[in-house]
Nanobody, 123 residues
Framework: QVQLVESGGGLVQAGDSLRLSCAASGRTFSDGAMAWFRQAPGKEREFVAF????????YYADSVKGRFTISRDSTKNTLNLQIDRLKPEDTAVYYCAAANRPPRLVRGPYDYWGQGTQVTVSS
């Protein structure tokens, strides 16, 4: 059974940094891709960052470029998201997603989703 479990969220102040992790089990996704999405209160889920497993190529939403860094540790089968210079508008539940094969678009579709981790940024 494939599981994605996010961790690392919390309550932080604007300007702080956080590192989110997503531990994958049941599959390695070495031939696919992984990504981070987020959903703020009252808003639709939005794409944040993408990484292709085979090449390591990354892609970011314009709103997070320069502050967010996605990475994948294949030895630990984990996906990470380093978030620097947090802003109140980054407050959201952050989800990781994984695809067995590279999705048609960086926004999806994805085969598996985690349950999310809450990030709250106070001003």
């Amino acid at each position: 059974q494939v599981q994605l479990v996010e961790s690392g969220g919390g309550l932080v102040q604007a300007g702080d940094s956080l590192r989110l992790s997503c531990a994958a089990s049941g599959r390695t996704f070495s031939d696919g891709a992984m990504a981070w999405f987020r959903q703020a209160p009252g808003k639709e889920r939005e794409f944040v960052a993408f990484i292709m497993s085979s090449s390591g190529n990354t892609y970011y939403a314009d709103s997070v470029k320069g502050r967010f860094t996605i990475s994948r540790d294949s030895t630990k089968n984990t996906l990470n998201l380093q978030i620097d210079r947090l802003k109140p508008e980054d407050t959201a539940v952050y989800y990781c997603a994984a695809a067995n094969r590279p999705p048609r678009l960086v926004r999806g579709p994805y085969d598996y989703w985690g349950q999310g981790t809450q990030v709250t940024v106070s001003s």
